[in-house]
Structures are given as structure tokens and as C-alpha cells.
């Protein structure tokens, strides 16, 4: 699912990066990710979506609502 229309980025890239990168700051996603943040309005998504994968929560579990409604590899 695209989470940041400005850049075009989904969940599941920023899931890999979150789940491999080294520095944990949204700023170094955007930056893994080869693009900056534009209006911001998905920071605060992507930085939920950073916690799950940080604390081994399962995408599929009630947290966030509908962007985290099934698991990322079930996602076509």
C-alpha cells in the first residue's frame, strides 16, 4: 500500500528498511528510500510503521486500522 503519495513510497519499503538499516530516525527512511520528505503528512505513519517492525509486532495485528490490516507478504 502507498503510504507517502509524494514520494511513492509503500509500507513494505519501509518495512525493509526499517527492518535492516542501522539508524532509526524517519529522515534516514527517506533517505535509505533515495527521496526527502515533501508535506510530512505520512511521517507520522511511517514512524508507526518503524515500531512494529522495531518491536516485533505483527503487521495484521488492530493497531493502526486499515493500512495495517493484512500482512505486508499478503499484500499483491
Request: charged share 15%.
Amino acid at each position: 500500500m502507498i503510504i507517502c503519495s509524494c514520494n511513492v513510497l509503500s509500507d513494505n519499503e519501509v518495512r525493509t528498511v526499517a527492518s535492516t538499516a542501522t539508524c532509526r530516525t524517519t529522515s534516514h527512511v527517506y533517505g535509505c528510500l533515495g527521496c526527502s520528505p515533501q508535506c510530512g503528512r505520512c511521517t507520522r505513519t511511517i514512524r508507526k510503521i518503524m515500531d512494529e517492525v522495531l518491536d516485533g509486532v505483527e503487521a495484521g495485528s488492530p493497531v493502526g486500522g486499515a493500512a495495517y490490516g493484512a500482512p505486508a507478504d499478503a499484500q499483491p
